[in-house]
């Protein structure tokens, strides 16, 4: 039986877990965490995740367990942009988004056989990619473990990912996007519908949960690092491009003051979330991919590989697809010579896709961020006319997303 380390054990860890171990692979995953938590608010499996969590077992149980979701979008006033219909979208892709709590879907990937493969407080470090007819070496817990496949899911600042292609060559990392992101969960409120929100100040996305209370993201540009300021007046001026906020650690103050007056359900939302609950991360992002996501007897994995911005709300449906798409190219367990084609192939299928959604969500975001009311007046009424007169040209990219099918035997 060949074995695999899973360096991370987060969504995409806990799906190569899953993946590789129904091809019958001996699996161990190697999680820095003293617990596999599914840290965060929630987020949204597409058409195309769900029929990657299908191969897994898992598409029913998470359909189950999350919200119908749609992807409309309004004006900060609450004026329809682009209304979109949850059963177009069904009927166009076979499924809508659903949308459940991060922490239920990490229980699902990461429960039944996959819970004892996972080992926590265990820092992972790469220590030989490995080669023809040598296996690759990690290091944790201060011994060395041997594996004739090394799946690296650590993250966007991946030290695998700086290890194989280091800067210092000429690979460039992971770079701040120039966005900051909120989330939380408000338990009391839940919306009647998904759908996201573009005003001067950024962002903001509302999303029911299949439960009761609505998941609320929210986006804006912000110097990395920048610390949020509490509430001054009901209706500040957006801050210029680049231009930081006067220290303080209020984010609830702080999205209360971007959005407190923007359209209804928005504020009553914030106001039932949990100050102390709101999550806060600077955005960085691989617009620059690697020059392969393998290399030796290493594979990178989702953040790792191709860390993209928020805007299309697919970095956990890629993270899941490549986890299937990485377990089919190996297969159960390949020859020494046959792995180094099937990382070659799963390269071949994974990069061209995730660099092109890694380029298209930073332009979706650029787009949502606009700041001069006519440069928002009119993209706001040329999406309106796209959707009216020819709103093919809308879902044609979406197939693009959302039609990705899970590689068959």
Same mark, same amino acid.
């Given at each position: 039986?060949?074995?695999?380390?899973?360096?991370?054990?987060?969504?995409?860890?806990? +799906?190569?877990?899953?993946?590789?171990?129904?091809?019958? &692979?001996?699996?161990?995953?190697? =999680?820095?965490?003293?617990?596999?938590?599914?840290?965060?608010?929630? #987020?949204? $499996?597409?058409?195309?995740?769900?029929?990657?969590?299908?191969?897994?077992?898992?598409?029913?149980?998470?359909?189950?367990? !999350?919200?119908?979701?749609?992807?409309?979008?309004?004006? &900060?006033?609450?004026?329809?942009?682009?209304?979109?219909?949850?059963?177009? %979208?069904?009927?166009?892709?076979?499924?809508?988004?659903?949308?459940?709590?991060?922490?239920?879907?990490?229980?699902?990937?990461?429960?039944?056989?996959?819970?004892?493969?996972?080992?926590?407080?265990? =820092?992972?470090? #790469?220590?030989?990619?490995?080669?023809?007819?040598?296996?690759?070496?990690?290091?944790?817990? !201060?011994?060395?473990?041997? +594996?004739?496949?090394?799946?690296?899911?650590?993250?966007?600042?991946?030290?695998?990912?700086?290890?194989?292609?280091?800067?210092?060559?000429?690979?460039?990392?992971?770079?701040?996007?120039?966005?900051?992101? &909120?989330?939380?969960?408000?338990?009391?409120?839940?919306?009647?519908?998904?759908?996201?929100?573009?005003?001067?100040?950024?962002?903001?996305?509302? $999303?029911? #949960?299949?439960?009761?209370?609505?998941?609320?993201?929210? $986006?804006?540009? %912000? %110097?990395? !690092?920048?610390?949020?300021?509490?509430?001054?007046?009901?209706?500040?001026?957006?801050?210029?491009?680049?231009?930081?906020?006067?220290?303080?650690?209020?984010?609830?103050?702080? #999205?209360?003051?971007?959005?407190?007056?923007?359209?209804?359900?928005?504020?009553?939302?914030?106001?039932?979330?949990?100050?102390? +609950?709101?999550?806060?991360?600077?955005?960085?992002?691989?617009?620059?991919?690697?020059?392969?996501?393998?290399?030796?007897?290493?594979?990178?994995?989702?953040?790792?590989?191709?860390? $993209?911005?928020?805007?299309?709300?697919?970095?956990?449906?890629?993270?899941?697809?490549?986890?299937?798409? %990485?377990?089919?190219?190996?297969?159960?367990?390949?020859?020494?010579?046959?792995?180094?084609?099937?990382?070659?192939?799963?390269?071949?299928?994974?990069?061209?896709?995730?660099?092109?959604?890694?380029?298209?969500?930073?332009?979706?975001?650029?787009?949502?961020?606009?700041?001069?009311?006519?440069?928002?007046?009119?993209?706001?009424?040329?999406?309106?006319?796209?959707?009216?007169?020819?709103?093919?040209?809308?879902?044609?990219?979406?197939?693009?997303?959302?039609?990705?099918?899970?590689?068959?035997?």
């Amino acid at each position: 039986m060949r074995t695999a380390v899973i360096i991370g054990g987060g969504i995409g860890g806990l +799906a190569a877990a899953r993946a590789l171990t129904r091809r019958g &692979w001996r699996v161990r995953v190697l =999680e820095r965490a003293e617990a596999v938590e599914g840290l965060g608010a929630g #987020l949204a $499996m597409a058409p195309n995740a769900l029929r990657a969590l299908d191969t897994l077992g898992l598409g029913d149980a998470v359909r189950s367990r !999350g919200a119908v979701g749609s992807a409309g979008i309004r004006t &900060w006033r609450g004026r329809w942009i682009l209304p979109t219909d949850a059963e177009a %979208l069904r009927r166009r892709f076979g499924d809508t988004i659903v949308v459940l709590p991060r922490a239920e879907l990490v229980d699902l990937l990461g429960g039944g056989p996959v819970a004892e493969l996972v080992h926590t407080s265990a =820092e992972a470090e #790469l220590i030989d990619p490995g080669g023809p007819v040598r296996p690759a070496r990690v290091r944790a817990d !201060g011994r060395e473990r041997t +594996a004739d496949l090394v799946v690296a899911a650590d993250g966007v600042r991946s030290r695998t990912r700086a290890r194989l292609f280091p800067p210092a060559a000429g690979h460039p990392g992971p770079i701040y996007s120039g966005s900051t992101t &909120w989330r939380v969960i408000a338990p009391g409120v839940t919306v009647k519908e998904a759908g996201e929100s573009w005003g001067p100040e950024g962002l903001v996305g509302l $999303m029911p #949960l299949a439960a009761g209370g609505t998941y609320f993201y929210a $986006m804006a540009r %912000l %110097l990395a !690092g920048t610390p949020s300021r509490p509430v001054t007046h009901h209706r500040p001026a957006a801050p210029r491009e680049g231009q930081g906020l006067p220290p303080s650690t209020d984010e609830h103050a702080e #999205l209360v003051r971007r959005f407190g007056h923007w359209h209804d359900p928005i504020p009553e939302v914030l106001a039932d979330a949990d100050p102390g +609950a709101v999550l806060r991360n600077d955005v960085w992002h691989l617009p620059d991919p690697p020059p392969a996501y393998h290399s030796g007897r290493v594979a990178l994995l989702g953040d790792a590989a191709h860390a $993209m911005t928020p805007n299309l709300g697919q970095g956990a449906c890629m993270a899941v697809e490549d986890a299937v798409t %990485l377990a089919h190219a190996v297969g159960a367990g390949p020859a020494d010579t046959d792995l180094r084609e099937a990382l070659a192939a799963y390269t071949a299928a994974r990069l061209p896709r995730a660099a092109g959604l890694v380029r298209r969500s930073a332009a979706v975001g650029r787009m949502s961020s606009l700041r001069h009311p006519m440069a928002r007046a009119l993209r706001d009424t040329g999406i309106r006319l796209l959707d009216r007169v020819a709103p093919s040209l809308f879902y044609g990219p979406l197939e693009d997303v959302f039609g990705w099918r899970p590689p068959a035997d």
